[in-house]
């Protein structure tokens, strides 16, 4: 079991560098994988998830060479070129990787499984099976749960509706919808990042968004051609150091080429209704997503409300929040944010329990947290749950302890922060 141990800090300051987007990262392999052409893609994110999905993708017969850790070339196999697996797809905890698979393996002609490890298969897949079958995907999975098995079959159009906002959800239909007979319209209740949406585009698929009635298009492709590209840092790990800034006494630093993709930015929103001294600047497109250079330094929090749209854009980052809600002067509430239950961990439960641990004074309801603050929190032991954000999130808890704090389990910080923990050290942290 791997641990870390942050010792309260005096400042931080510097500049630095993000590994690649997570999200954007995982997009950049499969939709690469299944076009036409070879792509180069640098700053991939080389965490454990995107990882999973680079093994199903290899296992499918897709070539990619690795120049580095971060720097891949794709080979792409074509829309029609992927081959069957030998064996199941090992999608190791990766949510992203199982979820987008079942979408693109749906239209193939061939069979396949799709496994994980305990924790991945203990979350809901049902809720990404069910919408496609409405297209026609034969699939089922175990109690609503993975292992998924899919037999490949064609696909119908028509509308879908999914009763939930979800990236991965909508993403696997439009991945469905590139094997589809006809148009294939997806309806949101809420907004969802649009990642799938740009990089689709870019690649040369019809996609067509209506944000006023929240939905999406895409037509059938007879190609997608090759998109070479640099993933953006990514935002959600931004997160982590922006927080860790504003909450340590005399810290500045500056985050450099950072997505700032609007469905991404509902923490730096929320951190400026709180009274957090951030600032977005030098914003350009890259790739098609919108970067930027990020600022923050130590700020005086007031507690705010968040719910509604604002949830979907910022789901990632709750723990992180949560911890900053805890130096807030006021109560802070959340709600809307149920789907933290079917996280990792369930994220509402765990935050709660381990924050209280530090002296923090945080309510869990069914959707979400009510948090009193400022409170002053204790050092000791605290457990990341084998949940990484919250490995992450106890680790910046770590600088504004009175005491040394040892976060327990952090080796799942790798699933999407490689090198965290030197970032923080780079930073002035200390940490061992």
Do not use: W
Request: hydrophobic share 40%; proline share 6%.
């Amino acid at each position: 079991m791997k641990t870390l141990t942050v010792h309260p800090a005096a400042q931080l300051q510097g500049r630095c560098r993000l590994p690649g987007d997570k999200s954007i990262s995982h997009r950049a392999l499969l939709f690469n994988a299944i076009a036409e052409g070879e792509a180069r893609v640098s700053n991939f994110l080389p965490g454990e998830d995107c990882q999973a999905t680079l093994g199903c993708l290899r296992d499918l017969g897709v070539r990619v060479e690795q120049e580095d850790a971060t720097t891949l070339t794709i080979h792409g196999a074509g829309l029609r070129g992927l081959r069957a697996p030998s064996a199941a797809l090992n999608c190791i905890r990766s949510g992203t990787t199982m979820r987008l698979l079942m979408g693109l393996l749906a239209g193939q002609t061939f069979d396949s499984t799709l496994t994980g490890d305990e924790q991945l298969l203990r979350r809901p897949m049902e809720r990404v099976a069910a919408p496609l079958r409405q297209l026609g995907a034969r699939m089922e999975t175990t109690s609503g749960r993975a292992p998924v098995r899919i037999q490949g079959s064609p696909l119908t159009s028509g509308r879908v509706e999914i009763p939930v906002a979800s990236a991965q959800i909508k993403s696997a239909l439009l991945l469905a919808g590139l094997y589809a007979q006809a148009p294939v319209t997806v309806g949101e209740p809420g907004p969802s990042r649009n990642h799938s949406e740009l990089m689709l585009h870019a690649m040369g698929a019809r996609v067509e968004t209506d944000t006023d009635s929240r939905q999406v298009t895409i037509q059938p492709a007879a190609r997608l051609n090759a998109l070479s590209i640099q993933v953006p840092g990514d935002i959600s790990s931004a997160a982590f150091l922006l927080a860790a800034a504003i909450l340590t006494p005399q810290s500045q630093i500056k985050l450099l080429d950072v997505g700032v993709n609007p469905t991404r930015t509902g923490l730096p929103d929320m951190l400026h209704k709180m009274g957090a001294q951030i600032s977005i600047e030098d914003t350009r497109v890259q790739g098609g997503e919108a970067v930027a250079n990020i600022y923050a330094r130590t700020s005086k929090l007031k507690a705010i409300q968040v719910s509604g749209e604002t949830v979907v854009r910022m789901i990632d980052e709750f723990p992180i929040f949560a911890v900053l809600a805890t130096q807030a002067h006021g109560t802070t509430v959340v709600r809307d944010a149920a789907e933290l239950r079917v996280k990792e961990t369930d994220r509402i439960a765990t935050t709660a329990a381990e924050l209280n641990r530090l002296g923090a004074d945080v309510t869990p309801t069914p959707d979400g947290f009510i948090i009193n603050g400022p409170t002053p929190l204790r050092g000791g032991e605290a457990d990341s749950h084998g949940d990484h954000r919250l490995a992450m999130a106890l680790a910046v808890a770590g600088l504004a302890t009175s005491e040394p704090l040892t976060v327990k389990n952090t080796q799942c910080i790798g699933d999407s922060f490689p090198g965290f923990e030197n970032l923080l050290r780079g930073l002035g942290a200390v940490c061992d």
